[in-house]
């Protein structure tokens, strides 16, 4: 009788062994990341809002972090880097579009401007 219990515990473990039970998702609708997302956001709008022009960007690296996106290009002497930072909700997708980012543009590693008007006058 003892025998046909071990048998049948076994059993039932290997064909529970690869069972996965998936609690929450990666989107960004899911409660855990929805908040992580959304406090990024948040502190992101907070330091951008009380950056300054002529701020280094080794600085606006170290208070924001890895940006969403970047872009840089050189004309002559000149190099331009254009670093996004998300700061505002667009699309319930998941993902993190541009349009969903505000821009910095620093010329020669010096913020000269933020935001749309910015970007659009390189």
């Given amino acids: 009788m003892n025998y046909l ?9 290997m064909a529970l062994s690869g069972c996965v039970v998936a609690i929450g998702g990666k989107d960004e609708n899911s409660s855990s990341n929805n908040s992580s997302w959304k406090k990024a ?9 009380q950056l300054n022009l002529g701020t280094a960007l080794d ?30 909700h667009q699309h319930s997708d998941g993902e993190t579009t541009k349009d969903e980012c505000t821009p910095l543009v620093f010329k020669n590693a010096v913020l000269t401007g ?5 970007y659009r006058q390189l």
């Fill in 5 to 13: 219990k071990v048998l049948t515990v076994a059993t039932a473990m």
């Fill in 41 to 49: 956001q948040k502190l992101n709008n907070q330091v951008i809002s």
């Fill in 59 to 88: 600085s606006v690296r170290g208070q924001l972090g890895t940006p969403d996106f970047s872009e840089s290009f050189r004309e002559g002497d000149n190099e331009t880097v254009v670093l996004f930072y998300r700061t505002h």
């Fill in 114 to 118: 933020w935001g749309e008007k910015a």
